[in-house]
T-cell receptor
Framework: NAGVTQTPKFQVLKTGQSMTLQCAQD?????MSWYRQDPGMGLRLIHY???????DQGEVPNGYNVSRSTTEDFPLRLLSAAPSQTSVYFC??????????????FGSGTRLTVV | KNEVEQSPQNLTAQEGEFITINCSYS?????LHWLQQHPGGGIVSLFM???GKKKHGRLIATINIQEKHSSLHITASHPRDSAVYIC???????????FGTGTRLTIIP
């Protein structure tokens, strides 16, 4: 059971480039979400999904796109990278039946630098 | 927007001490999450609770829905408990979490 797999772990982009951060889970979880973590600001929700084909915006969605074509995968696309998107990105998933459990399973994170 | 505040921001204690970290939120919620972020950056979910109290090993989480307050306790603290502890509550929907900025805990041997 791999849990939540995020790739890549590190990435350097030039301003204006686009890229996709991959997130996959093998736990058949309904809920998946993307967060960014910046120093002194805590985690902030970018986008989330409550099931295949359903996505919604979080607190800081501008500059990012998501799609959820399968239960397992929830990629995050940076359309035109900007230095303000330099951050550590985390993907997480949660099963519908986890109300009595521990909540979210997090990926190991992607450290993105935009120069 | 649900405002989530944690205290203290930093906490240093001796090994074996009883630790309490507090979390207050502004909007009524259905469940509150406690997370642990290791020095290496990985995040682990500790608890998701909607009422009362939960215990997992030396960790205990409590929540008072009426007072909009939750606490995380660590008994018999150990240096391996050194980490950042983060609480989070839903913001207009169970999956739209708002996070506190975390409590950095350091346990000295």
């Amino acid at each position: 059971n791999a849990g939540v797999t995020q790739t890549p772990k590190f990435q350097v982009l030039k301003t204006g480039q686009s890229m996709t951060l991959q997130c996959a889970q093998d736990m058949n979880h309904e809920y998946m979400s993307w967060y960014r973590q910046d120093p002194g600001m805590g985690l902030r929700l970018i986008h989330y999904s409550v099931g295949a084909g359903i996505t919604d915006q979080g607190e800081v969605p501008n500059g990012y796109n998501v799609s959820r074509s399968t239960t397992e995968d929830f990629p995050l696309r940076l359309l035109s990278a900007a230095p303000s998107q330099t951050s550590v990105y985390f993907c997480a998933s949660r099963g519908h039946g986890d109300r009595g459990g521990y909540g979210y399973t997090f990926g190991s994170g992607t450290r993105l630098t935009v120069v | 927007k649900n405002e989530v505040e944690q205290s203290p921001q930093n906490l240093t204690a001796q090994e074996g001490e009883f630790i309490t970290i507090n979390c207050s939120y502004s909007v009524g919620i259905s469940a509150l999450h406690w997370l642990q972020q290791h020095p290496g950056g990985g995040i682990v979910s500790l608890f998701m609770l909607s009422s009362g109290k939960k215990k997992h090993g030396r960790l205990i989480a409590t929540i008072n829905i009426q007072e909009k307050h939750s606490s995380l306790h660590i008994t018999a603290s150990h240096p391996r408990d050194s980490a950042v502890y983060i609480c989070a509550g839903p913001n207009f929907g169970n999956e739209k979490l708002t996070f506190g900025t975390g409590t950095r805990l350091t346990i000295i041997p």
